[in-house]
T-cell receptor, first 114, second 113 residues
Framework: DAKTTQPTSMDCAEGRAANLPCNHS???????VYWYRQIHSQGPQYIIH???NNETNEMASLIITEDRKSSTLILPHATLRDTAVYYC???????????????FGKGTKLSVKP | DTGVSQNPRHKITKRGQNVTFRCDPI?????LYWYRQTLGQGPEFLTY????????KSRLLSDRFSAERPKGSFSTLEIQRTEQGDSAMYLC???????????FGNGTRLTVT
């Protein structure tokens, strides 16, 4: 079972920041937080991941709370092409066996509106 | 980097027939994963390979399913005696080692009539 909780859906105005929350209260010390998104009819696309420090790349920023029980994915200037299902996933560091695999939940359907 | 390639993109088959899908991972990626996704659900793990060795199978992978990765390069997923419940998107992903992010292909959509 997925170890994360996300809202089912969210709306965001084009050009505004999209802030997608994720709860992972049972996360272990050796587990990373990963974010993927899936645009309709495509495979999941890797966005970003982090352990405990905030991370930023060309796509997004990841803010992880100090207790690591929740995180927020930030898309700084959402466009219509960011409309997708966003998955927050907890993934173990011990990559032998199933701990290295991604266990997807149902994600958050983000709709970016003009 | 041409990404993960999956063929065919779509497959329609009649119940009871066998089907085979192919996945070409990103070159030099030693891990290859198969997932299945049904409508409205997130992808579900089926199996993965480290090079040519199949290291884990999900309980979702019934005896009618078989996956291979000869020579540690491309992989095939075969479903024998297809059932309507097999209708889904079959996704392949690869990674450079177990600790690296998975990169997914765009999947093969199977429809069993």
């Amino acid at each position: 079972d997925a170890k994360t909780t996300q809202p089912t859906s969210m709306d965001c105005a084009e050009g505004r920041a999209a802030n997608l929350p994720c709860n992972h209260s049972t996360i272990s010390g050796n587990e990373y937080v990963y974010w993927y998104r899936q645009i309709h009819s495509q495979g999941p696309q890797y966005i970003i991941h982090g352990l405990k420090n905030n991370e930023t790349n060309e796509m997004a920023s990841l803010i992880i709370t100090e207790d690591r029980k929740s995180s927020t994915l930030i898309l700084p200037h959402a466009t219509l092409r960011d409309t997708a299902v966003y998955y927050c996933i907890v993934r173990g560091l011990n990559y032998g066996g199933s701990q290295g695999n991604l266990i997807f939940g149902k994600g958050t359907k983000l709709s970016v509106k003009p | 980097d041409t990404g993960v390639s999956q063929n065919p993109r779509h497959k329609i088959t009649k119940r009871g027939q066998n089907v085979t899908f192919r996945c070409d991972p990103i070159s030099e990626h030693n891990r290859l994963y198969w997932y299945r996704q049904t409508l409205g659900q997130g992808p579900e793990f089926l199996t993965y390979f480290q090079n040519e060795a199949q290291l884990e199978k999900s309980r979702l992978l019934s005896d009618r399913f078989s996956a291979e990765r000869p020579k540690g390069s491309f992989s095939t997923l075969e479903i024998q005696r297809t059932e309507q419940g097999d209708s889904a998107m079959y996704l392949c992903a690869s990674s450079l080692g177990g600790g690296a992010p998975l990169h997914f292909g765009n999947g093969t959509r199977l429809t069993v009539t």
